[in-house]
């Protein structure tokens, strides 16, 4: 039994896309880490990882997931400046069924350079070398992950479908959310127009 599905990868692999998009087809909550880090800081993320440092910015990252991984019901997209720990993963792997995010090195090039400087640990003097590394860092991450989708070729929708179809193959079943009473809902509503 899993609360949500975790969605990691390397940055530019698509998580977000397709995080929203999924959590839209499944009619659950859609969360990013990386916003959230800016709704905590007030900084956009290049500015906290420059603020934070490395090994700061990681602790915050794991801070927020450990808060997040115990939603229900809920998309999660993981911020893909650092590979996740192999600790970390198989924490989560407690709460959530965690899907790793993919596609060809070309693709994330070519998604990188749409953002360029919205990114706090990519080199953009060299961004296929940095990706290529990256990509290599991120290898043992991908083999601990229930499942891994590539993002390359496949449309959406499509993708949603495969996605799916694993959970149904696997036998996945998630626990749901209890229902709200009206305060709680009011409550829930207005923290998420203040967002």
Wanted: aromatic letters at 10%.
């Amino acid at each position: 039994m899993k609360r949500n599905i975790i969605l990691i990868g390397t940055m530019g692999s698509g998580k977000s896309h397709l995080g929203r998009n999924l959590a839209e087809a499944k009619g659950w909550q859609f969360v990013d880490t990386d916003r959230l880090l800016e709704r905590r800081y007030n900084l956009p993320i290049a500015e906290i990882y420059e603020k934070l440092g490395e090994k700061m910015f990681r602790s915050a990252e794991r801070e927020i997931l450990k808060k997040v991984c115990m939603y229900h019901e809920c998309i999660i997209s993981v911020g893909g400046n650092f590979p996740l720990d192999v600790r970390t993963v198989r924490y989560l792997q407690r709460y959530a069924y965690i899907i790793g995010i993919r596609a060809a090195e070309y693709r994330i090039v070519k998604r990188v350079n749409r953002r360029i400087g919205k990114r706090p640990t990519m080199d953009y003097n060299d961004v296929a070398g940095f990706v290529e590394t990256m990509m290599q860092r991120w290898k043992p991450v991908y083999k601990k992950c229930d499942c891994v989708i590539d993002t390359t070729y496949g449309r959406t929708e499509n993708l949603i479908d495969s996605i799916h179809e694993t959970l149904k193959r696997d036998g996945v079943e998630f626990k749901k959310r209890r229902p709200m009473g009206v305060e709680q809902h009011e409550k829930y509503c207005n923290s998420n127009e203040r967002r």
